[in-house]
C-alpha cells in the first residue's frame, strides 16, 4: 500500500491543490517560505493530529483534506479495519475537515471516525521522521522507545503487572496504616447499612410509590371526573350525549354526501372521532368497574414515604439516592473487609510483584540482545555520513522499577576513533547530532510496516559528500518502498526517482503555494537554483545536468546501512 494521491482545499495558504504521487523515491524542494513541508503538516493533520483552525486559509469557512492509498497493505491493517468496523474498497480513502468553527470531523472509505482511529490508522500507513528528531535523542522514553521498536517488543508489555503490583502495594500500605480505625468504620458502615435495609429501598421504587400515592390519594376525584365524562359521552336515558349528537350529524352528511363530495370527506373525519369516541367511553366504563377508594393500602403508602423521606432527610441526600447509597455502603464495606486481610494482601502484593519481575527480567533480556546489534547498525550508517571512525553504542543499566521495566537506556558516541563513548547531548555537536539522527532514521526505518516513509528535512546540517550519501540511502529505501523527503540539498532531489516543486506565488490581495511535478529542463533549471541561487549561469545548469547524470548511475560502494531487517530478539 502507498500513498497514491492528496488533495487540499483552503489549507494554509493552499486554495486547493490535486496531486498524485507515485512509487519510489520522491523529493519536494522549493524556496525557503514557499511551504515545502505543507503537504507533510496536511498528512499529520489528516492522520489525527490536533486540530488547530489556524490552518484554515484565510478568508475560507473550513479546510478539506484527504488522501487515497492503495488498498493492498500489510495484514495488521487489514484486521484493524475489520475490527473497525470500516469496509474495505479498491483503495482506502481518508478524509478529514475542520471548519473556523474548531470542528473537526473525519472518515475513513466514507464511514466517520475519531482523531484517535485516524492516528491508530496512521501508524500503519506512514512513518515520519522529523527534521527535529534529534532532539529526542536526549530524551530517555524517546530512546527506550526506539530499542523497544528496534528489539521487536510490542505495545507496553509491563503496564499492566506493573499496575497491579502498584495497587496491591497500595491496599497493603493502607491497610497496615488503618488497622486502628478499620474496626470503628466497619461497625459506622453496618448500622447505617442495617438502618438503611429495613427500608430495603429498590432502584425505581420511589418514582413508582410516588405515583401510585398520587392515584390513591385522588382515587375520588379520579372516580368524579370518569363518570362525569361518561355521562356526557353517552347522555341520559334520552339521550343527548357527544355520541348521540356525532350520530346526528353523521346521518345528516350521509343524507347529501352523494351531491357534494366535500360531505363525504367531512363524514369520514367523523367516522373515526365516533370510533375513538367509543374507545374512550368504553375505557371508562371500565375503569370504573374497579375503581373505588382504598384508605388502607393509602395508609400504608403513607408510611413508606415518610421513611423515605426520614432517611434521606438523616443522610442529606434525595430519596432518589437512597438505593445507590446502600450500594455504596456494602461496597465499601467489603473493601475494608478485603482490607482487614493482611496476610492475604502480602500475599497479593508478594504474588504481583513477582510477576513484574519476571516479565521485566524477559523485557531486560531482549533489551540487552537488541542493543549491541542497534548500536552495530547505526555505527555503519554514521560512517557514510561524514562521521568515519565513529562509534554508536546502547547502554543499559539497571534502574528503578516502573512500567517501562528496570533499564535505564542511554545513547552513547563516540564522533572520532580512539574517543571514549560518551553521552550523546554532551560530546556531539548540533550538526552531527543531525547526522546520527538521520542514521538512526534510516536505521530504523526498515523496522515498521508503513509502506510510506517521510523525510521531512532531515538531512539539515550536512553537505558534500555526506549529502550524496544521504540521497543514496534513500534512493536505496525508495527501491522497497515509497519514499518523500522535504530537502534543500540539491545532492539528494537529484537522487529522485520523482521530483515536486513548491511554489509561493504573491497576488495583490493573497499569498499562495502550489506543488508541481519537475521534469526534464524544469527539473535541471530547480537543481540549478539549488546549487547557485535564483540567478541561474551556465555553469549551474551545467553542474545540475552532471548531478542527475550520475545520480542515475549505479551507486559507488559504500556504507550499507539499514539494507537489511534486523532479526528481531526473542524473549
Known amino acids: 500500500m502507498a500513498l497514491r494521491r492528496i488533495a487540499l482545499s483552503d489549507f494554509v495558504i493552499v486554495r486547493s491543490l490535486e496531486l498524485d504521487l507515485q512509487a519510489g523515491f520522491t523529493v519536494l524542494t522549493g524556496e525557503t517560505g514557499a511551504g515545502k513541508s505543507i503537504l507533510i503538516d496536511a498528512l499529520q493533520l489528516l492522520l489525527g493530529a490536533r486540530a488547530d483552525t489556524g490552518v484554515i486559509r484565510e478568508g475560507a469557512q473550513r479546510t478539506d483534506i484527504s488522501a487515497e492509498f492503495d488498498a493492498d497493505g500489510p495484514p495488521a491493517l487489514a484486521a484493524w479495519l475489520h475490527e473497525a468496523g470500516i469496509q474495505t474498497e479498491d483503495t482506502l480513502l481518508l478524509r478529514r475537515t475542520i471548519d473556523t468553527a474548531g470542528k473537526s470531523r473525519a472518515w475513513i472509505n466514507g464511514t466517520p471516525v475519531t482523531a484517535t482511529q485516524m492516528r491508530a490508522l496512521g501508524d500503519h500507513l506512514l512513518d515520519i521522521h522529523g527534521q527535529h528528531a534529534w532532539q529526542s535523542l536526549t530524551r530517555p522514553e524517546a530512546v527506550r522507545a526506539l530499542l523497544d521498536a528496534y528489539a521487536g517488543v510490542q505495545g507496553q508489555p509491563l503496564a499492566a503487572p506493573w499496575a497491579a503490583w502498584r495497587d496491591a502495594h497500595k491496599a497493603l500500605e493502607h491497610a497496615r496504616a488503618a488497622q486502628n480505625s478499620l474496626a470503628q468504620e466497619r ?104 375503581a373505588e377508594p382504598d384508605p388502607d393500602q393509602l395508609a400504608q403508602l403513607d408510611a413508606r414515604v415518610s421513611q423515605w423521606l426520614q432517611l434521606a432527610r438523616r443522610y442529606r441526600r434525595t430519596p432518589e439516592e437512597l438505593p445507590a447509597l446502600l450500594a455504596g455502603w456494602r461496597a465499601e464495606l467489603q473493601r475494608l473487609e ?117 523525510f521531512d528535512e532531515v538531512d539539515s546540517g550536512v553537505g558534500g559528500a555526506v549529502a550524496e550519501t544521504v540521497g543514496r540511502l534513500m534512493q536505496q529505501l525508495g527501491r522497497a518502498r515509497q519514499v518523500l523527503a522535504v530537502t534543500h540539498l540539491p545532492q539528494v532531489a537529484a537522487c529522485a526517482d520523482h521530483h515536486l516543486v513548491v511554489a509561493k506565488h504573491k497576488g495583490s490581495t493573497e499569498t499562495t503555494s502550489t506543488v508541481a511535478p519537475a521534469e526534464g529542463e524544469a527539473r535541471v533549471a530547480e537543481l540549478a537554483r539549488m546549487l547557485g541561487g535564483e540567478r541561474l549561469s551556465a555553469t549551474t545548469l551545467a553542474h545540475a545536468r552532471e548531478m542527475l547524470q550520475g545520480a542515475a548511475q549505479p551507486a559507488a560502494a559504500g556504507p550499507r546501512a539499514a539494507r537489511k531487517k534486523p532479526q528481531q530478539a526473542t524473549p
Open 187 to 290: 461497625e459506622r458502615l453496618q448500622w447505617q447499612i442495617g438502618e438503611v435495609d429495613k427500608l430495603a429501598p429498590a432502584e425505581g421504587e420511589w418514582e413508582e410509590l410516588n405515583a401510585r400515592h398520587a392515584r390513591l390519594s385522588n382515587a375520588q376525584s379520579l372516580i368524579d371526573n370518569a363518570q362525569g365524562a361518561l355521562a356526557l359521552l353517552e347522555g341520559g336515558d334520552e339521550g343527548g350525549g357527544a355520541l348521540s349528537a356525532m350520530a346526528q350529524a353523521q346521518e345528516l352528511l350521509q343524507g347529501y354526501e352523494h351531491v357534494d363530495e366535500s360531505f363525504r370527506a367531512m363524514n369520514e373525519v367523523l367516522t373515526s372521532c365516533m370510533a375513538q369516541a367509543g374507545d374512550v367511553l368504553h375505557s371508562l366504563q371500565g375503569y370504573l368497574r374497579h
Open 338 to 454: 478485603a482490607s482487614a486481610d493482611l496476610q492475604a494482601l502480602e500475599a497479593a502484593a508478594q504474588r504481583h510483584g513477582e510477576a513484574y519481575r519476571k516479565a521485566a527480567r524477559a523485557l531486560s533480556s531482549q533489551r540487552a540482545q537488541a542493543a549491541p546489534r542497534l548500536g552495530a547498525a547505526i555505527t555503519q550508517a554514521m560512517q557514510g555520513l561524514g562521521m568515519t571512525g565513529g562509534r554508536f553504542e546502547v547502554q543499559l543499566e539497571s534502574g528503578e522499577p516502573g512500567p517501562h521495566g528496570t533499564d535505564q537506556v542511554a545513547f552513547l558516541v563516540s564522533s572520532h576513533p580512539g574517543m571514549t563513548a560518551r553521552p550523546i547531548g554532551r560530546v556531539a555537536s548540533g550538526g552531527e547530532l543531525s547526522r546520527i539522527a538521520l542514521a538512526i532514521s534510516v536505521t530504523t526505518s526498515e523496522l515498521g510496516e508503513a509502506p510510506t516513509l517521510i
